[in-house]
């Protein structure tokens, strides 16, 4: 007597719930289940995680019968099918204070690429005024540089902060690569 074929998913809670993270079921249809689901009814856990005011999310599906669900909650560990646990072997979830640290650190970097970017954008309108200087040394009394040096100077500061600027895109793929861990 074999069980239909279904959908077995796994919900994975914005917070444990004591010491639940996860919910595992099985529907024959997953969309009206998830909305029963998201008031509060269909499982006993998700009545009281819902009652405790935690969000949770779906995380990943399989497809498969009852047999395969009853498969899945005897391995047990939930948190390590959870994409949204990340890939860790033990206990998911970046602990509470590298979150912190990693939220403060992007959004410091975040802070610095938007200096950056003014930088350049002053950048961008010295080297306007540079053009319009007209390159007539020795008109005034003390010496000022010549069109032709200003250039430069313009040119290395526009060269220089490209350089940094790449330089900080290579750290940020690196830290997006390592989820932001420091
Ligand atoms: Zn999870």
Same mark, same amino acid.
């Given at each position: 007597m074999g069980s239909p074929q279904g959908t077995v998913y796994l919900l994975h809670f914005d917070r444990p719930y004591e010491h639940a993270r996860h919910y595992t079921g099985w529907t024959t249809d997953l969309d009206s289940r998830l909305a029963e689901h998201a008031t509060g009814r269909g499982a006993r856990l998700l009545e009281v995680v819902s009652a405790a005011g935690i969000g949770w999310e779906l995380a990943r599906t399989w497809p498969g019968t009852r047999a395969r669900e009853r498969q899945l909650k005897r391995q047990g560990g939930a948190s390590r099918h959870c994409p949204m646990c990340g890939v860790k072997p033990r206990n998911g979830g970046? @602990?509470?204070?590298?979150?912190?640290?990693?939220?403060? *650190?992007?959004? #410091?970097?975040?802070?610095?690429?938007?200096a950056l970017d003014f930088v350049r954008e002053v950048l961008t309108e010295a080297g306007k005024l540079?053009?319009?200087?007209?390159?007539?040394?020795?008109d005034?009394?003390? @010496?000022?540089?010549?069109?032709?040096?200003?250039?430069? *100077?313009?040119? #290395?500061?526009?060269?220089?902060?490209?350089?940094?600027?790449?330089s900080a895109k290579k750290y940020e793929k690196e830290l997006v690569s390592r989820t932001w861990r420091v």
């Open positions: 970046l @602990s509470v204070q590298v979150q912190a640290v990693n939220r403060q *650190a992007q959004r #410091k970097y975040a802070e610095f690429i938007g540079v053009k319009k200087h007209n390159g007539k040394p020795g005034a009394a003390w @010496s000022i540089p010549d069109r032709d040096e200003l250039e430069a *100077a313009h040119k #290395k500061a526009v060269d220089d902060l490209q350089a940094l600027r790449s």
